[in-house]
């Protein structure tokens, strides 16, 4: 069963047939879940900022939600990520299956290794396998997706400015968000497989000459959630 972890402009998902609210409780806290059925597949939704969006980056219980959607059932996990983009060659509403991270958030809790010194290998953070359907969802329905990318994670809720977007290009990042760490760390370490596709919904601060208004974003947002929902569906239907 796949399992959904949607943030901003995304939560919508979780209005599925059949929808079933269920409460997962964890070591590190209880979280809401939605059960139900998209587009005909038995699927488990995590709201990422909790109902009515209301809990900022750097405050969500990643250890939590995690283990939780894990602890429901998923056997694999998408997660959409919001991002603006650092990489010019990207546009609005552009879907990039992320491959790479840069974590530079601070003050989280970032593994589930309290007790033990266990180092988690990260080479292939993304689940590749996993990658590789949403790729082949994408092709067979005609969405076109950017295959692989770098997401920087930064700690916010404050935007970036440009000197920091310039660091993190130099650096090879494609894309940046707050939300995508420590979230994908955890679920290798949980051995969950892992994807994230981002969602591209405005240039990083600095790439574009005019400040990018709410409207703007609000429109990238509204444009992408039919193929966002279409390529999720297509992955739950192929991982029943």
């Known amino acids: 069963m796949l399992g959904l972890i949607t943030g901003s402009g995304f939560d919508g998902l979780s209005e599925l047939d059949e929808a079933e609210p269920d409460v997962i409780s964890t070591p590190y806290g209880d979280v809401p879940v939605t059960r139900g059925w998209l587009d005909g597949s038995q699927v488990v939704v995590l709201r990422r900022h909790g109902a009515g969006h209301h809990v900022p980056p750097h405050r ?13 059932g998923a056997t694999a996990v998408v997660a959409t990520a919001v991002s603006g983009a650092i990489d010019p060659a990207l546009g609005l509403g552009d879907l990039v299956l992320v491959d790479q991270f840069i974590d530079v958030t601070h003050g989280r809790i970032g593994t589930f290794h309290d007790d033990a010194v266990i180092h988690t290998d990260m080479t292939e953070p ?3 396998a996993l990658r590789a359907l949403l790729k082949q969802v994408g092709e067979a329905v005609g969405i076109p997706l950017v295959d692989g990318g770098t997401y920087v994670c930064t700690n916010g809720p404050r935007f970036e400015t440009p000197a920091e977007i310039r660091m993190y290009r130099a650096a090879g990042a494609t894309l940046v968000g707050m939300t995508g760490c420590p979230e994908v760390a955890l679920a290798v370490e949980a051995s969950l497989p892992y994807a994230s596709i981002g969602v591209v919904s405005n240039p990083a601060a600095g790439q574009n000459d005019e400040p ?10 509204a444009a992408a959630a039919r193929p966002v ?3 999720l569906a297509g992955a739950a239907a192929r991982l029943t």
């Not at 969500?60 to 429901?72: F, G, H, T």
């Not at 990018?212 to 947002?221: E, K, P, Q, S, V």
Request: net charge negative; glycine share 4%; charged share 30%.
């Open 60 to 72: 969500i219980n990643y250890r939590a939600n995690v283990r939780a959607i894990d602890e429901a």
């Open 126 to 128: 993304y689940d590749p």
């Open 212 to 221: 990018l208004g709410l409207d703007d974003i609000r429109a990238a947002m």
């Open 229 to 231: 929902r279409t390529l």
